[in-house]
């Protein structure tokens, strides 16, 4: 029969290395599900009444402009990484990008990097599917904007193919700021 003794390490720096990388994990954990609880909580809800469905209202509305709580500020983060990552991946990688170093480009950046708080970003593409959007402006922004919520831009979408009616989507799609 084996013991608890004999399944632990026996060195104390051992110990205290399985320790905290078990409270990391639990710490990581809870912070994740306070992200997801949040997202969801404050996602956008379109208005379907003109389908007969009757429309929410989204927690959104009732915060100050300027203020984000510290979760869905998490959330947005996580959402925001992992979008232009596997953007990053898809587009950058498996196809050939060139991103022009000129004064436009800078600007860009200048912009996203360095505008006053409450000044919106506003950028018009010319594309021809719903993927463009963010797989382009994936490959544009360095990732220190892309780990930034308050740096990244807000993107417009139509309510019928970024809200549908799904809770899990509206909250993923809220945490991307899609709008």
């Known amino acids: 029969m084996i013991s608890t003794t004999d399944l632990l390490p026996s ?13 990391s994990c ?10 997801t609880y949040q997202a969801f909580y404050y996602r956008p809800l379109p208005d379907y009444r003109n389908k007969g469905i009757k429309a929410g209202f989204t927690k959104l509305r009732d915060l100050p402009a300027e203020y984000v709580p510290f979760g869905l500020l998490v959330a947005r983060g996580i959402i925001q990484f992992l979008v232009v990552s ?3 991946f898809i587009v950058g990688f498996r196809n050939t990008v060139e991103v022009v170093q000129d004064e436009n480009y800078a600007y860009l950046l200048r912009q996203m990097r360095s ?15 719903s993927l463009d959007d963010p797989g382009l402006i994936s490959c544009l922004i360095p990732y220190d904007v ?11 979408a139509t309510q019928e193919i ?5 809770p899990v989507v509206q909250a993923f799609m809220g945490a991307g700021q899609v709008t």
């Open 146 to 156: 892309a780990l930034s919520p308050k740096r990244m831009r807000w993107s417009l």
């Open 11 to 23: 060195s104390p720096a051992a110990l205290w290395v399985l320790g905290l990388s078990a409270t």
């Open 115 to 129: 505008r006053e708080d409450g000044v919106s970003l506003l950028t018009a593409s010319n594309h021809a599917s």
């Open 162 to 166: 970024a809200f549908p009616n799904i």
């Open 86 to 88: 596997i953007f990053k």
């Open 26 to 35: 639990f710490f990581l954990g809870s912070l994740f599900a306070y992200a």
